[in-house]
């Protein structure tokens, strides 16, 4: 019989998800990467196609959500693999606690980290190209929800890929296809905000994902994380 | 309810003498069909009062494309069986479809940008077909580089098919989001398969090389099966008289 | 005979597409048939080994 654990499922996790902030917040510099890295993409289309803010904005949902995929994707890359190293995530599998849970609360400090913070750039590039501030409010709540289903999606990857050599580069390859309907209904919530239609309908097929995500996603992501430690 | 007939299943002895059994009675019905098919298709069916004789690529396309998306299921569903039962066979299986299937996610599109060219005058057009076709082969190419970066079977059985079951809750996901997204931008005309009038003489033949395509994806993964089995069976005492 | 193969001008489309799924059916039968006579192979390769170990 397998002893009874002492503290809840729900305070293990809000451990884990306390030890994981406190742990990222004293190396502030990882913290900004993905950030820095968002930005600088976004910032390359000017250069790279053209100045005029018109143009831009029409092409401003793509180069948004592309750019916060591609941070999303990068930064999962560290998501298990200190863990995995000195041997914490083998702990998480012994201590009697259910594993989906606390990889659920790792996945949730790791979108605090770097999904929510991706979002809250977003406004700031925005401007740079050339979407109104009137939508700003859609472009923020479609990040949100969006960087939340790709955490999640991305957590799977990074629990898969975790036995493997240079195992980022394949996490990104198993990943990036699986978030094309974040994508896509990310992107068509950006663009009707900018052109002033309703968000709505679009946020709501993003929730939806996002709920699927938030049931499914921690019970594949432990399983993949069983695997990868044997 | 007796479920030795299910548990035989487990057993490689028995599944590699099954699918050698079954081969053949796989291969030559497809071989009939798929002739049958081509001539029905190409000489009997009268042209396609739009499009002419070129909508007869889809002879091909669509057998392929049924056959890809068929293959992933399978594919996954085999993994699941495999995830849950721990059965060695099940994960044989899916190792074995992988393959095939991304060969026909590969033909199903360049066949459907060779019958785009003429009927759009451009060989890419972001149709919701194709798009989710490519994202189908790029799930594919992600199942084989998983498996490919493994070295222990076993894990690489367990992680490739975590990940297939993963990819199948989101294949209709991908579809969805792809239509929706397609209904929006509207692109061209898709690709007209499931037109309700297709007259008998067209018909037929399309669903002899369904048919004909299900039935050889059948008969090479029990080919593929027989050596993946021998492959994971290192040393057992039945490989005597199964090889000899 | 030239009329078929012209196809009412689609052949240089339809051709190509029927030569793709011909090598696509090949090809799978070519490599599972080899996958199978070289585990095959390597089975027979192995109990040769065994029996001379045991002997």
Redesign the interface.
Known sequence: MTPQPRTSALAAASAVLQRDLVLALRRPSQLLQPLAFFVVVTLLFPLGYTPELAKLRSIAPGVLWVGALLASVLALDSLFRDDAADGTLEQFVLAGQPLAALLFAKTAAHWLLTGLPLALMAPVTGIALGVPIEAMPGILCALCIGTVTLSLIGAIGAGLTLGVRRGGVLSSLLTLPLSVPVLVFGARATELAITGGSPSGALYLLAALMVLGLTLAPLAAAAAVRIGLE | MDWTWFHKFGSPPHVYRLAGVLTPWFAWPAVAA?LAGLYGG??LAP?DYQQ???F??IY??AP?AWLSVMIYATMAAAAFVG?VWRMKVAHAVAASCA??GA??T??SL??GM??G??MWGTYWVWDPRLTAQL?LL??F??YM??RA??D?L??AD??SA??A???L??VP??R???D??NS?HQAPSVMKLGRPTMPMDMLVPLLLMLLGFTL?FAA?LM??L???V??RE??ASW??E??? | MSEFLAMGGYAQFLWPAYALALLALVVNVVVARRALQAARAEVARRLAMQDGAGE
Request: glycine share 10%; aromatic share 12%; charged share 15%.
């Open positions: 798929i190409l000489v042209p002419g004789d070129g007869r690529i091909v396309h392929s995830l393959g095939i060969w026909f590969a033909v360049v066949t060779l019958w060219k003429p994202i790029l799930l190419f992600g580089a998983l970066g493994i222990d076993g894990r367990r992680a975590v990940l079951v993963v990819g809750v989101n996901i991908i969805f989001s792809v929706w997204w929006i050889y090479v080919v593929r027989r050596a993946e021998l492959r290192r040393n490989l005597k199964a090889v000899l």
